[in-house]
T-cell receptor, first 115, second 115 residues
């Protein structure tokens, strides 16, 4: 069975600094996708960044980038130039390549950005 | 584009009662998935509907059932409510499979409290 582990329940960072959130996963599949979702107090899950397992190049989206280590089954999220609006729960998620919508989530990391 | 909309936003029910939650998918999406998110946890997959049929199911009892209508909207029904069913229920919609896009868009959720 696939599992996703986020080992940091809470983290904090000063505004404008950089923070890295960790995620590891376990799967025997070779075709899969990984995601980082942000859930602010408004509760809506918002996609931050996506990585296809077959791509070696790490995904980037503006201030957000990932370090995808396929052999180590590691998928960390780096947030550069942290902003107050980045304060939220962050969830790492996995989906099998042949699936559609059946996401497996970690337990989340609560990120607080301090002024 | 209204995105994924869920109703109601909050709901309080008594143990043993039945509840129905509703979801309208994002325009152009035909697949709807439901997740249960307990306090302090990541979302757990309940089931997925496509072409008006349940296609995948997570580890949830038969008290959880659903339906998808011809316009792709969906309902989640929970019978014989237990205190442990108190959670945020998230609906996510996905685009048609032929687009090979696994991205899921989430609604703001329904907060269910069972007393």
């Amino acid at each position: 069975a696939q599992t996703v582990t986020q080992s940091q329940p809470e983290m904090s960072v000063q505004e404008a600094e950089t923070v890295t959130l960790s995620c590891t996963y376990d799967t025997s599949e070779s075709n899969y996708y990984l995601f980082w979702y942000k859930q602010p107090p408004s509760r809506q899950m918002i996609l931050v960044i996506r990585q296809e397992a077959y791509k070696q190049q790490n995904a980037t989206e503006n201030r957000f980038s990932v370090n995808f280590q396929k052999a180590a089954k590691s998928f960390s999220l780096k947030i550069s130039d942290s902003q107050l609006g980045d304060t939220a729960m962050y969830f790492c998620a996995f989906i099998h390549g042949g699936s559609q919508g059946n996401l497996i989530f970690g337990k989340g990391t609560k990120l607080s950005v301090k002024p | 584009d209204a995105g994924v909309t869920q109703s109601p936003t909050h709901l309080i029910k008594t143990r043993g009662q039945q509840v129905t939650l509703r979801c309208s998918p994002k325009s152009g999406h035909d697949t709807v998935s439901w997740y249960q998110q307990a306090l302090g946890q990541g979302p757990q997959f309940i089931f997925q509907y496509y072409e008006e049929e349940e296609r995948q199911r997570g580890n949830f009892p038969d008290r959880f059932s659903g339906h998808q209508f011809p316009n792709y909207s969906s309902e989640l029904n929970v019978n014989a409510l237990l205190l442990g069913d108190s959670a945020l229920y998230l609906c996510a919609s996905s685009p048609p499979r032929h687009l090979m896009n696994t991205e899921a868009f989430f609604g703001q959720g329904t907060r269910l409290t069972v007393v």
